[in-house]
């Protein structure tokens, strides 16, 4: 029952803090989700399949938890709750230094600042290596086929779609997200 509650609670945190951050963006009129906008074709099959995964991730995620699904000891799983946990932390904290440029998804006509400060001095994308630590820590909670192969599908999709910001920031920055990609690595750490 315990890791029911936990696994719970690192998903109930997780989406609260992205849907909220989209309520307080749309009451200021900020249109965060835009997924699938952008008028080049190969960003936006990355972007529809990651959403397709990051949706899909979600059913396989609760049948687990109410199935009792998992293979893996009580230390594991414990191990799963804490980088989780580390998971939520760190897209709540991403998401709060980027202000109001975050989005969901290359925007097509937003204009947006190149965030760099705070956690960003540590990490290129703390948001979405805070995905990757739920879906890691749920994984390891609930660890069974089914998690994994979905987990796996929404981090490598999450990595696309990584690769295809990355172009559309040097593009839209120049020379300072050039500079500042030679300083912060892509997931965490600096040089």
């Not at 029952?1 to 936990?6: A, L, P, Q, V, Y």
């Not at 972007?47 to 594991?76: G, Y």
């Not at 690769?163 to 559309?168: F, S």
Request: glycine share 6%; net charge positive.
């Amino acid at each position: 029952m315990i890791f029911k509650t936990f696994a719970l609670l690192i998903i109930i945190v997780f989406y609260n803090i992205y849907f909220i951050k989209m309520f307080i963006q749309k009451n200021q009129g900020i249109k965060t989700r835009q997924i699938g906008n952008y008028k080049n074709s190969s960003i936006r099959t990355v972007e529809v399949l990651m959403s397709i995964a990051t949706f899909l991730i979600v059913p396989i995620q609760l049948v687990s938890i109410i199935l009792d699904l998992t293979i893996l000891n009580s230390s594991i799983r414990f191990i799963g709750f804490f980088i989780g946990i580390l998971g939520d932390i760190l897209f709540l904290i991403s998401v709060i230094t980027m202000k109001n440029s975050w989005r969901a998804g290359i925007p097509s006509e937003d204009k947006t600042e190149l965030v760099s400060n705070g956690i960003y001095k540590i990490s290129r994308n703390p948001a979405f290596l805070g995905f990757d630590l739920m879906y890691i820590g749920i994984a390891l909670l609930y660890c069974n086929v089914l998690t994994i192969i979905f987990s796996l599908f929404a981090i490598i999709m999450l990595h696309f779609q990584i690769l295809q910001e990355e172009k559309y920031l040097e593009k839209t920055f120049g020379d300072n997200y050039i500079s500042y990609k030679s300083k912060v690595f892509r997931y965490i750490g600096k040089r």
